[in-house]
């Protein structure tokens, strides 16, 4: 599986009532991306990774919006 078929699986498996959160995230992930500049690093990647899987899963708690990005809490 591609990283790109793993990112749409994530996506179809989460809850409607999380789909908007992981929407902001991965655009502030895309509107963060330079085209001229360095790659992210696998840890950054793999905390990514992390917290997809925690939204897909259901492991995070919503926060009350800031003006900027809403946060999220894992859930133990």
Request: without cysteine; charged residues 30%; proline residues 8%.
């Given at each position: ?64 919006h800031?003006k ?6 894992p859930?133990?």
């Amino acid at each position: 599986m591609t990283s790109k078929e793993a990112l749409h699986h994530l996506v179809d498996e989460l809850p409607e009532d999380q789909t908007e959160l992981a929407r902001v995230l991965l655009q502030d992930l895309h509107d963060a991306a330079d085209v001229d500049g360095p790659p992210l690093d696998a840890e950054t990647l793999a905390s990514l990774d992390r917290g997809l899987a925690d939204i897909a899963s259901g492991r995070v708690a919503r926060r009350i919006h800031t003006k900027t990005l809403p946060l999220y809490t894992p859930r133990p």
